[in-house]
């Protein structure tokens, strides 16, 4: 519904049978070094009438938001305004509803973490002029992830078990759990990099450039105690272009800074895109 309230006067205008909430104490995001992600998306699964698919709109009347809106004119995803102490969430229109419903997600952790309320007059800040703007974002991405996709299915994929006894969660798996609870394949994979600390896990998507090389798009994740930009490697070219529409288990050579890595996975190419899921690293 462009440009226009999505709540209602009275309230969020809820998909799910509606319940009386009592608006709950908000605590403000100031102790930094104890952040605790999934202990607060469990205070705020807590709002809602069914835990495993949360009702965000019940969540957002719980926390007083006044409005809900969308403006396709919008230059960011979301953003939450603080309006005489009442939180207001617009939305830019023409997400894909797995991605506007992370956003709405993402905003929710900053009303409940009172981001951006600078002064008892309840007025928003600028991003630039507010401290600790990176980590406030940071803060809110790890909450809607924990919102969206509970610990146990994050558990369920780590502990996948193949036919041969390996324990290698596949593409298919990540599109399988997205689809469950509604969110992209990169909400999940990010989910389950952070849950699994033991583990390499990368979703990379590759393209094709005009000349045939393919180079690295997107990547969510990164190899441990590594920062560099990954390089695809122009040998595995043949290989890349081998994989079909289907899944399937590829080994290709990657670079990352001055090391050369084997990364070993899944993955499948629809016409000059690729996805790949990395769960094995090795450096060669």
């Known amino acids: ?56 709109y019940e969540i957002a009347q719980a926390l007083g938001v006044r409005s809900i809106t969308t403006d396709s004119y919008l230059d960011r995803l979301g953003h939450t305004s603080w309006y005489g102490g009442s939180p207001a969430i617009v939305l830019q229109g023409g997400q894909a509803p797995s991605r506007q419903r992370f956003t709405l997600a993402h905003e929710l952790a900053h009303t409940f973490l009172r981001h951006g309320r600078t002064d008892d007059s309840g007025l928003s800040a600028a991003p630039a002029t507010r401290p600790h703007f990176r980590r406030e974002e940071w803060q809110a991405d790890s909450v809607a992830g ?29 599109r399988q759990t997205a689809a469950t609870y509604r969110v992209s394949n990169s909400v999940v994979a990010r989910r389950l990099s952070d849950f699994d600390q033991s583990r390499h896990w990368l979703l990379i998507n590759l393209k094709r450039l005009p000349r045939g090389h393919w180079f690295t798009w997107r990547i969510i994740g990164r190899l441990r105690g590594i920062d ?56 060669v």
């Open 228 to 283: 560099a930009v990954m390089e695809v490697l122009e040998s595995n070219d043949s290989i890349f272009d081998s994989l079909s529409d289907r899944d399937s288990s590829i080994v290709f050579l990657a670079r990352f800074g001055n090391h050369i890595f084997q990364l070993s996975g899944s993955g499948n190419r629809r016409d000059d895109l690729i996805l790949i899921l990395v769960d094995r690293v090795r450096r």
């Open 146 to 174: 924990c919102l969206l996709v509970p610990e146990y299915a994050v558990a369920r994929l780590r502990d996948h078990r193949n036919d041969d006894g390996s324990s290698i969660a596949t593409l298919a798996d990540i």
């Open 1 to 56: 519904m462009e440009g226009a309230n999505v709540m209602g006067n009275s309230g969020p205008r809820l998909t799910g049978p509606e319940r009386h909430l009592n608006r709950i104490p908000m605590t403000p995001g100031t102790n930094l070094g104890a952040f605790n992600a999934p202990a607060i998306a469990d205070s705020l699964r807590g709002l809602t009438a069914d835990p495993d698919r949360p009702n965000l």
